[in-house]
């Protein structure tokens, strides 16, 4: 070998085999084929649609929370014919109330009316027969007056009248009571005629007065008016016939009384439905449940939430816990919507990194380093060894750690979910659908390298949402331990919506949990 | 439009730069990839990697260095990554030819695609080490580091690779007369 290799060096045009390649190799240049660039294109686009698609998990949640909104309004609209079926009763008592109401007032208002018929007798004996409509109207003027409850001035005016004996006037006066007082003044000359007819009569007829005001004034229609005005007319006739057809009449009164409590039946079932349904007490409808769970984070994505360059890197997600407390409240036997409030923390690790000592502008961009210049940092493995050589990323001094070194980025976040729960099967032992959001408020967070002699905190990371949300589909298994206490476990999977503000990182994280508690009703 | 606003582009993105970056930078990666990597295909395959490597990576790029630099170290790296944890069976008799580092041929024309398959055709170790070497300028201690061996490892492998493709050159001088 070593003969060969001195016999060359004799030999003209030798070249030195490093240079032969060099001169070659080094500069020349190839065209790869148009399918490199048609994968790179296509693999890049796919990154892309992946950030952009609505994930999987977003669908899924989002049927499930039209079907939870479904049943809710189905059971809803199930649920109104039964409370319109309570109502109507509730309505019913509740008029009957009112009637009741009604008869004490009239029964009041017929002392009052007694009273003031006696003042209008004596004032009989000293007018003229003649002057009947006039004590009718002073009459009506009473008892409008009464209706309003002046008694003092109604007398007074009354008292007036009789010395003017100015029929007119008061005609006049009364024309926006035109209708009540042709009637009333029927009813008086009727009044005026049977003066041998007994006081108490006179009182029904009063009483019926009243009733039939005190529901003009209710009701305010003109239409009721003339209905009440004709069969007083009835009345007035028929009471010249006989007593006993008074009587009747008065049961009709009673009945048509009847009849506009029921209008007012329905108009007070309208009003007072909302109201019925807020009375509804219902029993047991409430449950509360303390919960812990482990929870397991992980991403779907491949990319990674820290930094880009660690999107190829080994990442695992970690048990921590959760626990809280949620309120449930019962809309069916089946369906409950429930709420509450629990803490979250969850945690992650990416492998395969190297860290460095160097200039915060070389540093991992999403970690806030509280304005330090010099910072620890991460960076992907291999990148360090691009520094030695005379790289972009000056400056960075590589840190040595004993094994392999792991950035472990901690979340915890507060939790208030709004979630539906279905009944599949409602017995002893329970099996329920469980859909809805979490609304998550951050709490603390860190990013912190660790190694196996080694754990230092980079920092806060930047690019968590301050307020995200998850979609949350599990399923429920419970088991009533008696009537007031159940037993609850919960898988639950909990796809996070907008954990990080900076929308490029293809980190799609979710994480698992298995809820237990022991729901209390009450 | 120049290369620094096709970055700020491919910093966005943009499909449209990406494929202007392609253009402009795929013919000298395609180089790269080739004489590191064994075949032709296992070459694109890993220009497909370093490009996208390059186009997630782009932020990082900190306008410091040479931006064919930059790109160039990823390429290498992409390729490494591929090669560097295949072993070599060449531990004994490492220092007996290490110092064998003058190799030297008749200089006559042999063509380019000749020169590239015996480096391709070299075993994995010794491609790297002498591609790294003798075509891209890398130290043995550097070479030591990426690759996770020795600088005398690195050094012998040099020196093994010479020998096969001085060997091959000959051969081929052989073939040719």
Not at chain 1, 150 to 168: L, M, P
């Amino acid at each position: 070998m070593r003969f060969l290799l001195s016999q060359e060096l004799k030999m003209k045009n030798k070249k030195n085999i490093d240079e032969l390649f060099k001169e070659k190799l080094s500069s020349f240049e190839a065209t790869p084929s148009a399918d490199v660039w048609n994968n790179i294109q296509a693999k890049m686009k796919a990154e892309k649609e992946d950030r952009k698609v609505i994930p999987l998990w977003w669908k899924v949640a989002g049927v499930a929370a039209l079907l939870a909104l479904l049943f809710t309004i189905g059971s809803r609209v199930f649920d109104d014919s039964k409370t319109t079926e309570i109502v109507t009763e509730n309505t019913k008592e509740k008029t009957n109330t009112k009637n009741s109401n009604n008869t004490i007032t009239s029964s009041e208002n017929t002392v009052i009316a007694s009273e003031d018929e006696n003042k209008t007798e004596t004032l009989e004996k000293t007018t003229n027969a003649s002057d009947n409509n006039t004590k009718a109207n002073s009459n009506n003027d009473v008892f409008n007056k009464t209706s309003t409850s002046n008694d003092a001035i109604a007398v007074e005016e009354i008292k007036k009248r009789n010395t003017i004996k100015g029929t007119e006037k008061t005609s006049v006066e009364k024309k926006p009571r035109f209708k009540d007082n042709t009637i009333e003044s029927v009813k008086e000359t009727v009044v005026a005629t049977s003066t041998s007819e007994k006081l108490s009569e006179k009182e029904k007829e009063k009483e019926e007065k009243n009733i039939s005001k005190t529901s003009n004034d209710k009701l305010n229609t003109i239409d009721t008016n003339k209905t009440v005005d004709t069969e007083k007319v009835a009345v007035a006739i028929e009471e010249t016939s006989s007593e006993k057809e008074t009587n009747d009449v008065s049961n009709k009164t009673e009945a048509s009384k009847n009849k506009k409590s029921i209008y007012d039946a329905i108009e007070e079932s309208k009003t007072e439905e909302a109201v019925a349904k807020v009375d509804r007490t219902p029993d047991n409808r409430w449950d509360v449940t303390p919960n812990f769970a482990p929870v397991y984070y992980n991403s779907l994505g491949e990319g990674s939430s820290i930094d880009p360059s660690f999107a190829d890197n080994a990442q695992s997600g970690d048990v921590n816990f959760s626990y809280g407390v949620q309120v449930s409240y019962n809309i069916t036997d089946r369906l409950s919507v429930r709420s509450g409030v629990s803490n979250v923390d969850l945690s992650y690790a990416t492998g395969g990194i190297e860290l460095g000592t160097g200039p915060v502008s070389q540093a991992l961009r999403s970690v806030d380093y509280g304005g330090r210049q010099v910072v620890l940092t991460a960076f992907d493995n291999g990148t360090l060894m691009d520094v030695s050589s005379g790289d972009p990323f000056g400056g960075i001094t590589p840190k040595s750690t004993s094994g392999d070194v792991e950035l472990v980025q901690n979340i915890s976040y507060y939790e208030v979910p709004l979630e539906l729960k279905y009944a599949v099967l409602n017995k002893k032992f329970g099996v329920n659908l469980i859909g809805g959001l979490s609304t998550l408020f951050l709490g603390n967070n860190d990013i912190t390298a660790q190694a196996a002699n080694f754990s230092e905190t980079l920092g806060e990371a930047n690019n968590l949402s301050s307020v995200s949300f998850s979609t949350n589909v599990g399923i429920g298994f419970d088991y009533k331990i008696s009537r007031k206490f159940k037993f609850n476990i919960e898988p639950m999977f909990k796809y996070q919506l907008n954990p990080y503000t900076d929308s490029s990182v293809s980190f799609r994280p979710y994480y698992l949990g298995v809820y237990t508690g022991v729901s209390f009703k009450f | 439009m120049t290369l620094d606003e096709l970055i700020i582009q491919c910093k966005k993105q943009d499909a449209k730069a990406q494929g202007e970056l392609y253009k402009r930078y795929s013919n000298i990666l395609f180089s790269i990839c080739l004489r590191y990597s064994p075949n032709y295909v296992e070459a694109e395959d890993s220009l497909q990697d370093a490009f996208i490597t390059i186009f997630n990576k782009i932020e990082q790029f900190k306008d410091k260095g040479s931006f064919e630099g930059w790109i160039k170290r990823i390429t290498v790296n992409t390729v490494l990554q591929k090669y560097r944890k295949q072993r070599v069976f060449d531990i004994e008799n490492e220092e007996q030819i290490a110092d064998e580092a003058e190799v030297e041929i008749d200089d006559i024309n042999i063509p380019l695609d000749y020169l590239l398959k015996i480096v391709q055709e070299l075993p994995d170790r010794y491609r790297l080490v002498f591609s790294m070497y003798v075509l891209d300028g890398y130290q043995h201690k550097e070479i030591g580091t990426m690759l996770g061996i020795s600088d005398g490892t690195s050094k012998s492998n040099l020196a093994r690779a010479r020998g096969i493709l001085k060997t091959k050159v000959e051969a081929y001088k052989e073939a040719n007369k």
